[in-house]
């Protein structure tokens, strides 16, 4: 039975100064040969992923944490967050003193405002490469823009697990898996939409039985992934709460992590 192997983006595929290991470029395309199919479950949107690292030819796409799902030139599954939903939720992240944006399949938008308090909380927390802030799309209101998928914020001045009991169960917060701070610093979707429900449907579409599946990741996010995945990887520079409910653990992104968890599993 051939094996699909879904695969985290930030910490996992590519480090967070936006390299790509050329051992873990490798392994794709030996696993691909091998007849492995390739799927990135991802909690960027699609259009947030890297052009360059979608020349490869991925059988699937997991995007939005679960939102937004893609397989081939198909799109086979998409969930908006409701716009009244986000505006309370909105004011409920200023109160917390938390700058925040939302995005979607048609961008990502903030204000000024929380363009420059996000810019410095990135700055403080030691990120030196935040030209990615220029790709997203300065309004007046992100909240009421078409399409939204999800959103992230940092620095507020709560924890995620007050923050998740204050906001509308609507939505879900898990720590976010972009730098070190899953303290006070989220990503937010809808609840019961995750990495975990976006591999099933996928592998529904393409009639893979769930024991064929193997996930690789390193953050809160990737909590379910690993968890309904068959053999769930954790990479080296995981979360030690990741690595404990992992089938396996691998090295460091920067020490081949990737290529030898595919080598340790027989995929290549």
Sequence with gaps: MKKIVFLDIDGTLV??????????????????????YIALCTGRTITNIYPWL??????????????????????????????????????QLMEHHASYMFQGVCGRYIDEVNKLKMQNYLISLGFDNIDEMNSITLCERPYEMEQI???????????????????????????????????????????GIDKATGMQKLMTYMDIP????????????????????HTGVAMGNADDSLKKLADMVTDHISEDGLYNGFRNLGLL
Excluded at 155 to 183: L, N, V, W
């Design 210 to 229: 769930r024991d064929s599946c193997i996930a690789f990741g390193d953050g809160p996010n990737d909590v379910e992934m690993l968890q309904y995945a």
């Design 15 to 36: 480090d967070f100064n936006a390299k790509m290991p050329e051992s873990a470029k490798k392994a794709l395309y030996l696993a691909k040969e091998k007849g492995c």
């Design 149 to 191: 998928e999800s959103g992230m914020y940092f620095g507020a001045d709560k924890d995620i697990m007050f923050m998740q009991e204050a906001i509308d169960p609507y939505f879900k917060i898990t720590g976010s898996s972009f730098g070190q701070d899953h303290i006070y610093s989220g990503e937010i979707t809808c609840k």
């Design 54 to 91: 979608l020349e490869f030819p991925f059988d699937g796409i997991v995007a939005s944490a679960g939102a937004y799902i893609t397989c081939g030139n198909e799109t086979i599954f998409h969930n908006v967050l409701k716009k009244d939903k986000l505006n309370l939720l909105a004011n």
